[in-house]
């Protein structure tokens, strides 16, 4: 019987879901943990009690490096 890999992801921001979609594509089981309510990390937005939202995370990213500007 062959036991499939399992890997755990610590931090669901861009990198760590980047990791994660790559790694389950390969056929590995991925667990993702986080802190936070929910995915995204510094791309998070925050919601109000009023219903309003407010994007606090990065305002940008530079993909100064060629193998990073093609994922």
């Known amino acids: ?14 990198a760590g879901l980047t ?6 594509q390969a056929g590995l089981s991925v667990t993702l943990f986080d802190k ?3 995915p995204g990390g510094r791309l998070a937005t925050r919601r109000a009690d009023d219903g309003l939202r407010f994007d606090h995370g990065a305002l940008w990213l530079a ?3 060629p193998g990073f500007a093609a994922c």
């Not at 036991?3 to 992801?9: G, H, Q, T």
């Not at 990791?19 to 389950?24: I, P, S, V, Y």
């Open 1 to 14: 019987m062959s036991e499939r890999i399992r890997v755990a992801i610590i931090g669901a921001g861009l």
């Open 19 to 24: 990791c994660a979609g790559r790694l389950a």
């Open 36 to 38: 936070g309510r929910g």
């Open 63 to 65: 993909a100064r490096d």
